[in-house]
């Protein structure tokens, strides 16, 4: 079992900055890829980045290329998304996902086992 927490969301001005950080229990941690999703109201939900389990291979959705970065830090059991030049279209609710899923589907939120509570980011014009 893995439970997955996150925490650094929060209100920004468009252009600025936020790192959301997901904190990991379980013994089977390093063993998992480690995703971002998000979901806007109204909307589905999205992917944002995936980060393999070795931390060697990343993925972002387009949207994101260039301003997001995914990172993982195995001897904390935790994944971090950095934020950068944000925008109003990134309000939403980020969540954290973790399985051990084919990097092929990876971008699909049905295939994700765990999930955390999730955090809200506000992006203000």
């Known amino acids: 079992q893995v439970q997955l927490v996150e925490s650094g969301g929060g209100m920004v001005q468009a252009g600025g900055s936020l790192r959301l950080s997901c904190a990991a229990s379980?013994?089977?941690?390093?063993?998992?890829?480690m995703a971002w999703f998000r979901q806007a109201p109204g909307k589905q939900r999205e992917f944002v980045a995936i980060?393999?389990?070795?931390?060697?291979?990343?993925n972002y959705a387009a949207s994101v290329k260039g301003r997001f970065t995914i990172s993982r830090d195995k001897d904390k059991n935790t994944v971090y998304l950095q934020m950068n030049s944000l925008q109003p279209e990134d309000t939403a609710v980020y969540y954290c996902?973790?399985?051990?899923?084919?990097?092929?589907?990876?971008?699909?939120?049905?295939?994700?086992?765990?999930w955390g509570q999730g955090t809200q980011v506000t992006v203000s014009s």
């Open positions: 379980g013994r089977t941690f390093s063993t998992l890829n």
């Open positions: 996902a973790a399985d051990p899923v084919t990097w092929s589907s990876a971008n699909n939120y049905e295939n994700y086992r765990y």
């Open positions: 980060i393999s389990w070795s931390g060697r291979s990343t």
